[in-house]
């Protein structure tokens, strides 16, 4: 038996509200271009609108003019979308809370969650979506996951509860270390002074 190899996220598909309320969101709110159009190849009475989030993968919705927005949350229970989360950068985080008062949009304000920062609120038709900000840039070569299993580990030898940023401090000097040559014969820590 062989296992099918995923290559990443393709896209995501959404069931939005009308048109226009999903250009407004999407692109008109979180800045996601809006690329490409078109019916809805299983349903001819809906639309079907893509976005790029930003890393020219793509975010779907489709529309339909009939439906209008529902603020109420999503469904949670076992099986269902909890919430999409999608990367920003720091200088954006930092403004997020200002960014979603102009549009009087309810957030949680911002949440430390040791490796990252995030902050939570809900499109038109109540999904949870949040703000993603990494503490931390992985080395050349290297992914977010890479450091991420790396701090994971480390957390779980030192019986620490989470994730924080000594750890990912520790895993980032572990992978330079890995990955990274030197011409020195001991790489360890030294006092210059």
């Known amino acids: 038996m062989r296992k099918l190899q995923t290559q990443g996220v393709h896209h995501i598909t959404l069931t939005g509200a009308d048109r226009q309320t999903s250009i407004d969101f999407w692109e008109g709110a979180l800045a996601m271009p809006f690329v490409f159009d078109q019916p809805n190849l299983d349903n001819p009475d809906e639309g079907h609108l893509y976005f790029d989030p930003g890393d020219g993968r793509l975010i779907t919705v489709f529309t339909d003019e009939t439906r209008r927005p529902d603020p109420r949350r999503t469904p949670t229970e076992p099986g269902c979308v909890h919430h999409l989360a999608f990367n920003v950068s720091r200088a954006t985080f930092s403004q997020a809370v200002t960014r979603l008062d102009e549009r009087g949009i309810r957030h949680s304000g911002p949440k430390d969650r040791g490796f990252m920062d995030s902050i939570y609120f809900t499109d038109p038709m109540g999904l949870?979506?949040?703000?993603?900000?990494?503490?931390?840039?992985p080395p050349a070569g290297c992914t977010h996951a890479d450091v991420m299993i790396e701090a994971h580990r480390l957390r779980v030898a030192r019986g620490d509860y989470n994730i924080a940023e000594e750890h990912l401090a520790d895993a980032i000097e572990l992978l330079v270390?890995?990955?990274?040559?030197?011409l020195s014969q001991h790489r360890g820590p030294a006092d210059p002074y």
């Open 128 to 137: 949870l979506i949040e703000l993603a900000c990494y503490r931390f840039e």
């Open 177 to 182: 270390t890995r990955r990274q040559q030197s």
